[in-house]
């Protein structure tokens, strides 16, 4: 079946403007996550949903950064006033359950930010 | 705060040896996560880990957890050059689900 599908895989934004990464979850997964993972780092936490609500958002950076998951499947990261320093590579994953257990995230290909 | 340190960071190996990375974690934890990156790709389950003392195997890797020594192993037997990649455990810390800390990643590269 199709996995976690992320758009768009490129994203090139001038400093100051607006941006929306979507996400896409696997069918059935009710947790949804997003990182962001710098080059040459490991990903970081950004926020988590479980259905409609996010959960955990003690990852956003500040109050910059927000993200939304209106109907519990699709979800979209917006991010105002973009700085230099927000670029990055954004993932997406989804699980099947609350606390993983035996279900890994799954992640999607990423959507990688450049603000110019 | 959570910290996971992985060592090391680099390592490149010749295709036939065998090798181990290590996942080291600073606070308590029962669950533990192996993932292979390739170069513009996404994360890849490799392994869950969730009790001390699991053992899983998959082909020439094998991934244990020691939740008392807050360890984590990747062992890597006969390598091929298939196995170049960056490989990243990860830790889950939060209280309601996968809130992953990831290590910095250890870059594998397999020489034939």
């Known amino acids: 079946g199709a996995g976690v599908s992320q758009t768009p895989s490129n994203k090139v934004t001038e400093k100051g403007k607006y941006v929306e990464l979507r996400c896409d979850p696997i069918?059935?997964?009710?947790?949804l996550y997003w990182y962001r993972q710098s080059l040459g780092q490991g990903p970081e936490f950004l926020i988590y949903?479980?259905?409609?609500?996010?959960?955990?958002d003690s990852g956003l950076p500040n109050d910059r950064f927000f993200a939304v998951r209106p109907e519990g499947s699709v979800s979209t990261l917006k991010i105002q006033r973009t700085e230099r320093g927000d670029s990055a590579v954004y993932l997406c994953?989804?699980?099947?359950?609350?606390?993983?257990?035996?279900?890994?995230?799954?992640f999607g290909n990423g959507t990688r930010l450049t603000v110019t | 705060e959570l910290k996971v340190e992985q060592n090391p960071l680099f390592l490149s190996m010749q295709e036939g040896k065998n090798y181990t990375i290590y996942c080291n974690y600073s606070?308590?934890?029962?669950?533990l996560y192996w993932y292979r990156q390739d170069p513009g790709k996404s994360l890849e389950s490799l392994f869950v880990?969730?009790?001390?003392?699991a053992v899983k195997q998959e082909g020439r890797l094998m991934a244990s957890l020691d939740t008392k020594a807050r360890l984590s192993t990747l062992h890597i037997t006969a390598a091929v050059h298939d196995l170049s990649a960056t490989y990243f455990c990860a830790v889950d810390w939060g209280e309601y689900g996968n809130k992953l800390v990831f290590g910095a990643g250890t870059i594998l590269r397999v020489k034939s």
């Open positions: 880990l969730l009790s001390n003392g």
């Open positions: 949903f479980q259905g409609t609500g996010a959960a955990d």
């Open positions: 994953a989804s699980s099947l359950n609350q606390r993983g257990g035996n279900s890994p995230l799954h």
């Open positions: 069918s059935g997964h009710t947790a």
């Open positions: 606070t308590t934890s029962d669950r």
